[in-house]
């Protein structure tokens, strides 16, 4: 007997995404139920070779439903995750919504596995933001090694990141530039096309800003509280895949050559680092990929047991789509949920 799973927010891009690869690693599911709001309801999309209709999330009855893949946005997740899990669902967020609340735990599965048994306290579970959970795939079997002390991090965020919307802006205005068409920048605060914007989400009181935030929160919950880390995130013209720029400073020495070997045999990592012409990976390469990949490890001589590297992956996938379904794996592996249907 398979688990009945619903994806809310299925006509989004993570949606969407969430729909493929959980036919893509097979996950046993017996029924797929894509939800969204009312407008939505009606909508065909795709899961493997079959098209599935739309349904309303205001009205669905989660009594009989095992687990929600939920990718609706916050406030969305706000609403209706406590009413899902009061139900007996197990809902898997996306969103930012749930991810610093200490009943609820926040999960890479390379990364930090055992927190998943706490998720039974308001049966949510929160998935990090897509810049934090490549950098954390990343940084993990290095801790480990030599703990790490501080991180300085920059990232090349795609505008995927933004949804549907920044996408279609890169586009439009890409086309405008050749055409010399007027244009008009409404999901990001400049123009995007040919340009880079260091400014995601909000900004804060201290100059940061949420997503910069989001990095430091999420890394000390996942990894260990004492990391210091500081950000500085960065929207680029790039469709798909998040790059990041990863300085690290360690309390034990640790040369380039044993962090590649680390990296090669830590999972979720794939490292691409020929010291030579395109001997490294670069966000359009990641796009469709599930690993993070890690690129131009080398030693800063600048501090004492200082690394940097290039971490990149496809922000769709790891950064949101496949940490959800692989985390719906991990309670499955763990038996920790259990299908209600075989219940019943």
């Known amino acids: 007997m398979g688990f009945k799973i619903a994806v809310a927010g299925a006509t989004g891009n993570v949606g969407r995404e969430m729909l493929n690869i959980l036919e893509e ?51 969305i997740s706000k609403e209706y995750s406590p009413k899902i899990g009061k139900q007996g669902c197990v809902v898997i967020d996306n969103s930012s919504a749930w991810r610093y609340d200490q009943d609820v735990p926040l999960i890479v599965p390379e990364v930090n596995p055992d927190a998943i048994d706490g998720f039974t306290k308001k049966n949510i579970i929160a998935n990090p933001n897509c810049s934090t959970a490549q950098l954390v795939v990343a940084l993990k079997p290095l801790h480990e090694a030599a703990t790490i002390k501080r991180v300085v991090v920059s990232t090349y965020q795609s505008v995927s990141g ?57 890394t000390k919950k996942m990894l260990d509280p004492k990391i210091k880390l500081t950000a ?12 990041e720029a990863v300085n690290l400073e360690f309390e034990k020495p640790i040369t380039a050559d044993e962090a590649r070997e680390i990296l090669r045999e830590a999972p979720g990592c794939q490292v691409i680092d020929k010291r030579e012409d395109g001997g490294y990976v670069t ?19 600048t501090v004492d047991n200082g690394l940097a590297l290039w971490v990149v992956a496809d922000n769709l996938r790891k950064g949101a789509a496949l940490n ?13 949920i259990q299908p209600k249907k075989e219940a019943a």
């Open 324 to 336: 959800t379904v692989q985390i719906a794996e991990l309670l499955v592996a763990r038996g920790l």
């Open 162 to 218: 933004a949804g549907k919307e920044g996408m279609d802006e890169l586009f439009e205005q890409t086309r405008a530039v050749f055409v010399a068409d007027p244009i008009s920048a409404n999901k990001f605060t400049k123009r995007i096309a040919f340009n880079c914007i260091p400014h995601i989400d909000v900004f804060m009181e201290d100059g940061f800003t949420k997503e910069e935030w989001k990095m430091v929160a999420e």
């Open 25 to 75: 690693r097979g996950f046993p599911a017996d029924e797929i139920v894509p939800l969204a709001s009312r407008r939505s309801v009606g909508t065909e999309v795709s899961y493997g070779d079959k098209t599935l209709k739309v349904k309303a999330l205001e009205s669905y009855d989660f009594s009989d439903t095992d687990i929600c893949l939920m990718s609706a946005g916050g406030s």
């Open 232 to 243: 500085t995130c960065v929207r680029v013209p790039v469709f798909i895949g998040h790059a």
């Open 283 to 301: 966000p359009y390469e990641s796009a469709g990929e599930d690993a993070t990949y890690i690129s131009r490890l080398r030693e800063d001589p």
